[in-house]
């Protein structure tokens, strides 16, 4: 979701949306953080050396980045599909409205804030 449909949610929601991608965000630190360790092992980078100092430092930083986005956007569907199964089990969503929101940010018009009368 972008950051002017964020603004276009009611604040209950905005709350709710915000607060589910900075879980998102927490939960790949400790598996980002292995990985990383990890390729610094496999790429033969000693501890306490800057990246840009060895000669595979943008191997490193460029497989860091791949590993980022794949831990970024899997955490993003596992949160966001358990909401949409929340939502599915008890506020009575079709499946086809909790596979929309997952994928395509699409959320009822209910939970936005309604356009000011000119």
């Not at 490193?60 to 089990?89: H, I």
């Amino acid at each position: 979701m972008k950051t002017p449909d964020l603004k276009r949610l009611r604040r209950p929601y905005r709350l709710l949306i915000t607060g589910l991608m900075l879980l998102c965000i927490a939960i790949i630190t400790f598996p980002l953080f292995w990985f990383g360790s990890w390729l610094a092992d496999r790429v033969g980078i000693p501890a306490n050396v800057p990246v840009w100092d060895h000669p595979h430092g943008w191997l490193f930083f460029m497989l860091l980045l791949l590993g980022c986005t794949v831990l970024l956007s899997t955490s993003y569907l596992v949160v966001f599909g358990l909401l949409a199964s929340v939502l599915r089990w008890r506020a009575g969503w079709s499946s086809t409205e909790a596979f929309r929101f997952v994928v395509y940010s699409e959320v009822p018009r209910s939970w936005l804030k309604t356009p000011p009368d000119p």
